[in-house]
DNA sequence: AAAGACACCTGTCCGC
DNA sequence: TGCGGACAGGTGTCTT
């Protein structure tokens, strides 16, 4: 489900509920997710949230001491439920708040987490080694040609690779791909600077158009109000194998790449 | 170091 | 209607 414009669409509708409040209990009802929830979670209790931020898919709930990580894997969402609410099927993990909502974790798949940080995420190893923001100024064409440099990766994994930049999943990956007009499949090292910088130019539009319009909802994504995102009505290749391109009519292809799903139009990306 | 395969897990959809 | 198989928005880990 989520990719960055979905993830900040949740941060940005469970922030108004959670900064200044108190965090009154962590409610684990299944600790199974990617990595067994860990005790210390509770060490958020009686603590007020400082802030709600993101580095990369990672939601960072502050606390006046430590930090809640919490990640949506590929199935996860939040909603604000009243206390009371009965839970459902896959709600795992539900954040009392002392006003009298919840934060409530539901995730299928349980490929999602949520764990405890005492201080100092840049030693955490999940956030040491990830690349910088797309949406922020240390990335650029400049530094995606600087990275790409003797690697002879297809430009979709290279730019799906967090180490490189994070947040950008399968489906952003095809469209950013596809406005800058680049095969999927071309080598990384093989691009030219100015390419890559249509491509950062690219990346950067698709993910602020998608935050704006809230996400996209493919099957179930619903921002923590239960509101569906409307990008999806904008994706200009991603699902649309055989259906003719919106610049130039031929068919619209579809083949895997690094056991992914890949959108492309043969003739306008090359 | 880089690249690729595989793993985790459940739900859904499609063809038979 | 039921069943098997493929597939799904992510990413850490292992092997080459």
Known sequence: MPELPEVETTRRGIEPHLKGRRMDAVE?????LRWPVPDAVQQACGQRVRAVERRAKYLLIRLESGTLMLHLGMSGSLRVVPAGHEPGKHDHVDLHIDNGQLIRFNDPRRFGSLLWLESNDKDHPLLSNLGPEPLSA?????????????????????????????GVGNIYASEALFRAGIHPLRAAGRISKLRYQWLASSIRDVLEEAIRQGGTTLRDFASSDGQPGYFGQDLAVYGR????????????????????ASYYCSKCQR
């Open 241 to 260: 194998e055989g259906l003719p391109c919106i610049q130039c009519q031929s068919p619209l292809r579809q083949r895997r790449i690094g056991q992914r």
């Open 138 to 166: 240390d990335f650029s064409g400049d530094y995606l040609w600087q990275c790409s440099r003797h690697r002879r990766v297809a430009i979709k994994s290279f730019v799906m690779n967090g180490h490189i930049v994070v």
């Open 28 to 32: 684990v009802r299944d600790s199974r």
